[in-house]
């Protein structure tokens, strides 16, 4: 029972045609070389792929193309790089074995939201409250920011004088980006405090 | 599809002719044993042709659709991609966003895509088909094998040589049957290049499933599978998906191969009453299984 096809008729349009096995397949059969259907003929053409499998040449971006992939921000990170700016990784580590884990920051979140919704606008008030709520359920957050700001400056200033063209161009992307504009400059600063702070 | 073209390839492929007692007893129907030892060829051909016509009437025949849910492909993290800095340009379109630098693959169009894969791989099984598990991760080596051999069918995990699909004849022997469907549970090899196998079974028409993660090139694969093929409880997932579907199938054609030998003469709808044997309320139901969305 001969099944086996020779390569050579199956060479010619894999790099510069566009010839799919499918339709190779059904000229092979039509032109009498193959001479029995395979099996899954009958099947591609009853439920054929979302798209065809074409070799398609990937090509590199030049210039200003960018990938049109999206980067993925919730409006809780407004809250989340807030919270790590004060209060660093936070008292208890995080259990990525359990799938329902909350972490503190999860918690103190979703305190600030519910304060949120009860009317309140002003952030620091927000804040403040959601720490105190926090508190009173018996977290204890501490605040990291006296030391840190002592480190951020003098490595802003060493990071100015070696890096500062990056840094120039880092704030010059971030006003045309119109995603979530806001999430973006209360991100800069939080990244780059997290970026500071030892691991 | 000529019943000619496919009587030799069908009788070839293992589905027996029944025996001349169990004719004879049939032929009650048709009269003289002679007749019905003639007629027997036309009515296994006609069977088979029915069999292997049917499931591509429905669209989901082995209901494959049940086995996972967008949820279980979460709980698996088979969402997880590369970091950005690693995607090809090619699985942009099946790239949900980036967090933080990751790429999350969309599981929407993943769940799509991993329907048609394991649909088709269960058609691939139904007509007996050869179908190769190919991966070059040692990690998962192991598990890849297992799986293979439970479900029957074969895994080539370890270094693939040159010419095995492509000069097959020569490195394996005259009359080699090459597989009917290749799944690849990692499209890239250890040096993060395409696996040429992938290459090599589109040159020889061979219909690939591949679970493609956001460094993949999925453009040759036949039914690509956009996930995660790095984190042991997605690939335990995708084997134990693949393993389900293929022993579904070869349940479902065991089956079918029973209810319409027992059935008798061909003309006969399934769910025919007058039918005769005592499985037809069992085997109706089992066929009602096949048949509901």
Redesign the interface.
Known sequence: ?????N?EH??VG?EFGNIL?SS??RDLIRAGVLK?????F???N??P???E????R??L?YGKAK??????FYHEDQIRAKFYAAYGSGPKAFDLFN?NFKSTCQRFVEKYIELQKLGETDEEKLFVEAGKALLAEGVILRRVEKARTQQEGSQVSRKSESMGVESQTALEENPPLKEVPQAQHLESPGEESKGLSPP | ?ATG??L??LL?AGVRAAPRGRAAQRGRTLGSAAAAAAREPERDSDRSARI??EP?KHSDFFNVKELFSVRSLF?ARVHLGHK?GC????M?PY?????LGQ??IDLEQTA??LQ?AL??TA??AF???IILFVSRARQFSHLIESTARSCGEYAHTRYFKGGLL?N??LLLGA????P??IIFLHTLNNVFEPHVAV?DA???????VGVVDTNC?P??????VPGNDDSPPAVQLFCQLFQTAVTRAKEKRRQLEALYRLQGAPGPHPADPAAPGAPSPGAQAQLGVGHSP
């Open positions: 029972m001969r099944r086996w096809i390569p199956c060479l894999l096995p190779r397949t029995e259907k395979p099996l899954w009958d099947i591609y009853a439920f792929p979302l798209r499998p074409v070799f398609r990937p090509r971006r990938s049109p992939t999206q980067d993925i799938p | 599809m073209a496919v030799p390839r070839g292997l016509s591509l709980n950005a995607r090809h340009r090619f942009e790239i949900f966003g980036s967090r790429d999350i799509t895509h048609l649909n088709f058609h691939v007509r007996g088909g492509t097959a004849p009359q080699v049957r090459l009917d469907l290459r589109a040159k020889m028409s061979i219909p690939t090139n453009c040759l694969i036949t039914y690509p």
